[in-house]
């Protein structure tokens, strides 16, 4: 075993990635696929519909933010919000002013940038771990003999002389590609909501983490444990670097959402136990960055406090974490029943690459047993093997642990979503190589007819659903993407028929992209059935300009959003500010309570429904000390 680690070390040296003159035009046409790819899937759609249900919240405290200048509290309806950190909002107010104002399209660019950068980071990633030389020697071998193999090419199989299943830049390129194709994406990437940036911001963690311990050329770490070499490697520039830049990514991920260092410490503890290297714990890279990143959350968090006071912020964190970390505060909820099927959950919505985790999680995908010699060998290099090991350290550890917290929203989980889906994604290509054990191979290619099957049937029920739901000006559309739907799986069957496998993954591929602009042209403007901007502009004509508008338990940020206006929050009718007059939003058992009150008197009310459907009055009150003549103003 030393001997072949020791080959498979002069090899690897041997034949840099960048030896080849022609890889230099094939790498720029490589990042120019990804980048087409994820920009259709992550910025198309970003016009369609209103701001829907947290987006709002979003988008007008980054708003806010533009208007006061203030990058470092978040605000909202005049008092400080503290439930997230500033990140968000200052990429949506930064977004904002290099547009002149934030609008519903620009606040989403910050989520469908996260996400374009993601797929950067795992293209990157996956080309650490690419083996050229061996790719193309199992490429060639698959097309001599048609992915068929000859009696005695299976002789030679069984003596042990079957090249190594590696990964190549072709499916480096396809994994990046699969990585936007799950439903969480699908959803998240083109909102304005705060989700997609911190997949972001744990995706570089971990990528630059990988990068400080692996260093630049991460496929003999394998090897290098098969021989016995256990020597520290000595601190550098570059291993300060990355855990700089791994520690700083989740700082600002921390202060986008606060339960990034979670993901990033949960990888990184299993990764350096599973490659024996907890050392690196306690190293001077690690606790220079670890220092970084709390100077970091100290500092945003002592301008908080001399802005707000402690007070506000405890109760305002302490509020955030009970529902995740107390089951008594999930109201409601079965955790009996949503506890056990977590992981599940995050499998389907990993889906329809996550399929093939499972195959990723066999002893058999990694070892081959000759049929006559009856050893056992590795069937895959130890660049590859290296890699497998960064996703399932990336996916698994934090699985549990979101598992065992009490909130089991999958959004939550999306970091985890990324090395999951990549571990799928990269199972079932590496599956599908001429090389690999013919049983590993077929349960792939059962996998990949299971998700025609599962397309098919969804193009089949689609018909039905879309008779129902669609309104009469979405069918010409409809139609056409069905047809090209329809069109594309035919064309994978027939791949699949042929054996032509890789043409069938990319067929699927194709299939997702039909979805994302059906997603997009169908599915998005169901929402905006609430119609925040109508209900916004009956605020427009009731309220004269620049005059504020006072709430109190109201939460249709989406209608405050259009509406524009100044808007501040009170906690009772007590607390409004001492004026002759002032406009206020309330509920009927708000205003109720306004009968007796000595203070105010309602001079017209004008009632309207919010955007869930629910009462709400809009009234004009005038301090009773102040005499006028009352107006009158209709009602809708």
Avoid at 137 to 154: C, Q, S, T, V
Avoid at 414 to 421: A, D, E, K, N, R
Wanted: positive net charge; aromatic residues 12%.
């Amino acid at each position: 075993m030393s001997t072949l680690a020791a080959t498979q070390v002069r090899e690897n040296q041997a034949i840099p990635a960048a030896s080849n003159p022609k890889q230099a035009p094939r790498a720029w046409r490589d990042w120019f696929l990804l980048t087409l790819w994820t920009a259709v899937l992550a910025f198309y759609g970003l016009n369609a519909g209103f701001l829907y249900r947290t987006e709002a919240l979003r988008a007008l405290v980054g708003r806010n933010m533009l208007q006061s200048g203030d990058f470092l509290v978040p605000t909202l309806y005049g008092e400080p919000l503290l439930t997230k950190g500033p990140v968000m909002y200052a990429a949506i107010a930064a977004v904002g002013w290099c547009f002149g104002e934030v609008t519903t399209w620009n606040a989403r660019i910050p989520a469908a940038l996260a996400a374009m950068f993601t797929a950067w980071l795992v293209f990157w990633h996956l080309l650490r771990y690419t083996d050229q030389s061996a790719s193309l020697l199992a490429l060639n071998l698959g097309r001599k003999e048609g992915y068929r193999w000859k009696p005695d090419e299976l002789q030679r199989q069984a003596s042990g002389k079957r090249p190594m299943v590696c990964l190549s830049r072709t499916q480096a390129l396809l994994i990046a590609c699969m990585i936007s194709c799950n439903p969480l994406w699908l959803d998240k990437a083109t909102t304005a909501e705060i989700d997609m940036l911190i997949v972001f911001w744990v995706a570089l963690a971990l990528v630059a983490f990988f990068r400080a311990v692996d260093g630049q050329n991460p496929t003999t770490i394998g090897v290098q444990q098969q021989l016995g070499n256990s020597a520290k490697p000595p601190a550098s520039f570059e291993s300060y670097f990355w855990w700089m830049l791994a520690l700083l990514a989740v700082a600002l991920g921390t202060l986008t959402k606060w339960h990034a260092g979670v993901f990033f410490y949960a990888t990184v503890l299993a990764y350096l136990w599973w490659t024996r290297r907890v050392y690196w714990l306690w190293r001077g890279e690690h606790l220079a960055g670890l220092a970084l990143a709390i100077l970091l959350a100290a500092g945003w968090l002592t301008i908080v406090v001399q802005r707000v006071g402690w007070p506000t912020l405890r109760d305002t964190l302490w509020r955030q974490a009970l529902p995740r970390l107390s089951p008594a505060h999930q109201h409601g909820e079965r955790l009996w029943l949503q506890t056990p099927l977590h992981p599940l959950k995050m499998l389907l919505c990993g889906l329809p690459w996550s399929l093939f985790v499972g195959l990723a999680c066999w002893r058999r995908f990694y070892q081959r047993r000759a049929a006559l010699a009856g050893t056992v060998t590795n069937q895959l290099t130890p660049a590859t093997q290296a890699l497998l090991r960064t996703w399932h350290c990336w996916a698994w550890p934090s699985l549990p642990l979101f598992t065992v917290l009490p909130d089991h929203d999958a959004r939550h989980s999306m970091p985890l979503l990324t090395g999951l889906v990549a571990l799928g994604a990269t199972a079932c290509l590496l599956a599908l190589s001429p090389t690999m054990d013919a049983s590993i191979r077929r349960l792939a290619q059962i996998g990949l007819v299971m998700l025609l099957v599962g397309f098919s049937v969804a193009a089949v029920l689609s018909l039905a659903v879309g008779w129902q739901r669609l309104l009469p000006s979405q069918w010409p559309i409809a139609t056409l993407l069905w047809f090209v739907a329809v069109t594309v799986l035919m064309a994978g069957w027939w791949s699949a028929h042929r054996q032509r496998w890789f043409a069938t993954v990319v067929a699927l591929l194709v299939v997702w992209l039909v979805v994302k602009i059906a997603f997009a042209e169908l599915v998005v403007p169901i929402r905006s059935v609430r119609d925040p901007v109508g209900k916004a502009a009956i605020l427009k004509r009731s309220i004269p300009l620049n005059e504020p508008l006072y709430i109190f338990e109201a939460k249709d940020e989406g209608i405050m959003f259009y509406y524009g206006g100044p808007v501040f929050r009170v906690r009772g009718w007590e607390q409004l500010p001492p004026r002759q007059q002032v406009y206020c939003l309330a509920v009927p058992r708000e205003l109720h309570a306004l009968a007796n009150n000595p203070r105010w008197h309602v001079v017209w009310q004008l009632p309207f429904r919010d955007e869930q459907g629910d009462p709400m009055v809009l009234v004009l009150l005038q301090a009773r000390n102040h005499s006028s003549s009352a107006v009158t103003k209709g009602s809708t």
